[in-house]
């Protein structure tokens, strides 16, 4: 089994769209918790932290579920330029990140 | 965040040679990463890069292949040896802040074509 899992996808969305990603996490010792934004052909950036109580910024809101091991992505009013591949990251306080495979959102017009 | 440079942006190599790729960052930084991505597949770690010794190597890769410098707590070098159409790929550093719960941060990557 994989440390950090996600599907894969693609998510296919109309503009406006609600999208809601899941990743789970193995390792019930892992302490820190990211999304990220990988664009086609570029880096992944870091898209936001998610806190255990939850956080959310503009159109994203991030969520931690510890007792099930997974944490969530919704993005709210989906616009184009949201297409990317969205990957989670779960790491153990000062070790190396682990990174899930990614899940490709299209968002179309 | 780290601004982190990393050169060469792109290269396109024949087969059997090498190519060094360097990973400078604008701040000290305890942890930095290479990664490998594939045409259409997910990260995966190659190694840590430990300042003053060896770096530590995931499994399915070596040191005689990817020969990994780390002279300070700024710059890292990543070599791909004996260069083969299979090593075709994007590589990346990546830098994680020292202190806590702190996210990593990538460089741009080097896209490289092997001939």
């Known amino acids: 089994r994989k440390e950090v899992e996600q599907d894969p996808g693609p998510f296919n969305v109309p503009e406006g769209a609600t999208v809601a990603f899941n990743c789970t996490y193995s390792?019930?010792?892992?302490?820190?918790f990211f999304w990220y934004r990988q664009d086609c052909r570029k880096e992944p950036k870091l898209l936001m932290s998610v806190y255990s109580s939850g956080n959310e910024d503009g159109r994203f809101t991030a969520q931690l579920n510890r007792a099930s091991q997974y944490i969530s992505l919704l993005i709210r009013d989906s616009k184009l330029s949201d297409s990317a591949t969205y990957l989670c990251?779960?790491?153990?306080?000062?070790?190396?990140?682990?990174f899930g495979t990614g899940t490709r959102l299209l968002v179309s017009p | 965040s780290a601004v982190i440079s990393q050169k060469p942006s792109r290269d396109i190599c024949q087969r059997g040679t090498s190519l060094t790729i360097q990973c400078q960052v604008d701040s000290q930084v305890t942890m930095m990463f290479w990664y490998r991505q594939q045409p259409g597949q997910s990260l995966t770690l190659i190694a840590t890069?430990?300042?003053?010794?060896?770096?530590?190597?995931e499994s399915g890769f070596v040191i005689d292949k990817f020969p990994i410098s780390r002279p300070n707590l700024t710059f890292s070098t990543l070599t791909v040896s004996n260069l083969s159409p299979e090593d075709s790929s994007i590589y990346l550093c990546?830098?994680?802040?020292?202190?806590?719960?702190?996210?990593?941060?990538f460089g741009d990557g080097t896209r490289l074509s092997i001939l």
């Open positions: 990546s830098v994680k802040p020292s202190g806590g719960n702190q996210p990593q941060h």
């Open positions: 890069a430990n300042q003053g010794s060896e770096a530590t190597y």
């Open positions: 990251a779960a790491g153990l306080g000062g070790q190396k990140l682990v």
């Open positions: 390792n019930s010792a892992s302490q820190s």
